[in-house]
């Protein structure tokens, strides 16, 4: 039986709105500076003509850059994007879309008016498209907005499937090897279109019912998995690309991580970082199993690639198991990133560490740019660090990120956008999870809601009128 909504989601939603609270209030000072004398940060009260000085408090004028940021996002997108968060911060239309996408997924999916709609919403928002050249355009357009890349993922998952009793072992092989190799030509076609410096997204319970029965038993890759990930591994180096195996469920998670240390061993020495595992710091766990591995990998001499992720299965992980409050979950997940980002400057001969810090948690990010402008200033070498997020959310901070800051010391800020392909039936359960997703995340979409609007009215009034009405 499904849990209340109230019981599963509250503790998440009154942590979003009392982080992202600060945020509005301050991004309203801005936009009503007009009407409102503002005191100093010595308490000196300013007038309009000092407001324009260049004594301006840092605060406000790191704010001005998070919305120029969204000055690069073309028309369309910007009003596709004001679309999509409005329907998705609705939760009774969310719930109710989500129970009748997943009753009729078959039929809907070969809509041609549903796919029609879709294709030109949802899916365009979320989506890279199907075919290459639609791929290409939309790692072309992601690179045109200033991020580096994408982290690219073959959507396809795992459809459930009713056991046959009376199938013979021949069978049963059979089904298992065209399973794998769906997914292996998925994933190879991946690393072709990413290309070199680019991330490829692997999921491994898109290898088929028999590759998540193993992960769920703890077991080993079997000779027909463990074959293809040896050929996804070698395309990776070959071309240049590198390995993001993702999180999933806590049942699985033990067999992942011991699968993905052994790819590591193999292909993250002489310096380079092929293979990184992810790390759900909602989890209490989480902090011992990445120091353990950080030991792991220290004593068996490869390099340790890690993305690190606040966790995306809170609805079906064991509850108990999962930290009592989201600002605890902050805690670890800003207390882990800290660490990875100074462990070499503690112990310079330690192992090299790739990081990706992926979240769409602003104070999270600005802990991190703030620490690695302290490093830029003390001389010191930085972690290899990138930034992520899902294309179609937080496009306020990832943008934001991509600006040049004249008063700040020069780092080479690499943001990238996570962004699954495939056809319109093989992305739906991603996509329902991206409406769940921001459903959950009361206050953090309202705040996209906020810059996005803020964005258009700037564009389309004069800037008298846009800031009354902001």
């Known amino acids: ?95 109710t879309a989500s129970a009748l996408i997943k009753r009729n997924m078959k039929l809907l999916t070969g809509n041609t008016l549903f796919k029609c709609v879709g294709n030109k919403t949802f899916y365009a928002q979320f989506c890279a498209g199907e075919t290459e050249s639609e791929i290409q355009r939309t790692l072309a357009n992601l690179r045109s907005l200033g991020y580096k890349g994408a982290i690219l993922t073959y959507a396809k ?60 038993s703890g077991s080993k890759p079997d000779g027909v998995i463990a074959n293809a990930l040896d050929q996804i591994c070698a395309t990776a180096e070959k071309h240049g690309a590198r390995l993001l195996v993702d999180a999933e469920h806590h049942v699985q998670q033990k067999a992942i991580d011991s699968w993905t ?30 120091d353990a591995h950080l030991q792991f990998a220290e004593e068996n001499g490869f390099n340790l690639g890690i993305k690190l992720v606040r966790g995306a299965y809170i609805g079906s992980d064991p509850r108990q198991l999962i930290h009592d409050t989201k600002e605890s979950t902050d805690n670890a997940y800003d207390t882990a990133a800290r660490m990875l980002a100074t462990r070499h400057v503690e112990n310079p001969s330690c192992t090299k560490i790739g990081l990706v810090l992926a979240t769409h948690n602003a104070e999270s990010i600005k802990k991190m740019r703030d620490l690695r402008q302290q490093q830029l200033r003390s001389g010191l070498r930085l972690t290899d660090l990138v930034y992520a997020q899902l294309m179609g959310m937080a496009d306020e901070l990832s943008l934001s990120l991509t600006e040049k800051r004249s008063d700040l010391p020069e780092e080479d800020i690499q943001v990238v956008k996570y962004v699954v392909w495939g056809s319109m039936k093989e992305c739906m359960m991603y996509l329902l999870r991206r409406a769940e997703e921001n459903r959950d995340a009361v206050g953090r979409t309202r705040e996209a809601q906020r810059a996005l609007w803020q964005e258009l009215w700037g564009r389309i009034l004069p800037n008298n009128v846009s800031k009354t009405i902001r």
């Open 1 to 95: 039986m499904a849990k209340p909504f109230l019981a599963r989601h509250t503790w998440r939603q009154l942590a979003c709105r009392k982080t992202t609270t600060p945020i509005i209030r301050r991004r309203q000072g801005i936009h009503n500076v007009s009407k409102q004398p503002r005191r100093s940060m010595t308490g000196t009260t300013l007038n309009p003509r000092q407001e324009d000085s260049s004594s301006e408090p840092q605060e406000q004028e790191q704010l001005r850059h998070r919305r120029h940021g969204l000055g690069k996002l073309p028309l369309v997108p910007l009003l596709r994007s004001i679309l999509m968060q409005t329907l998705m911060s609705q939760v009774y239309v969310v719930d």
């Open 261 to 290: 240390l052994e790819l590591m061993k193999r292909c993250n020495r002489d310096g380079k970082l092929v293979v990184y595992n992810t790390y759900q710091m909602y989890l209490k766990e989480s902090t011992a199993i990445l």
């Open 157 to 216: 998952e795992v459809e459930e499937t009713r056991t046959m009793h009376n199938s013979s072992v021949a069978q049963t092989q059979a089904s298992h090897q065209a399973h794998v190799d769906e997914w292996l030509k998925g994933t190879l076609r991946t690393i072709q279109y990413t290309g070199a410096g680019g991330f490829v997204g692997i999921k491994y319970t898109g290898a088929g019912p028999e590759c998540v029965r193993l992960l769920g």
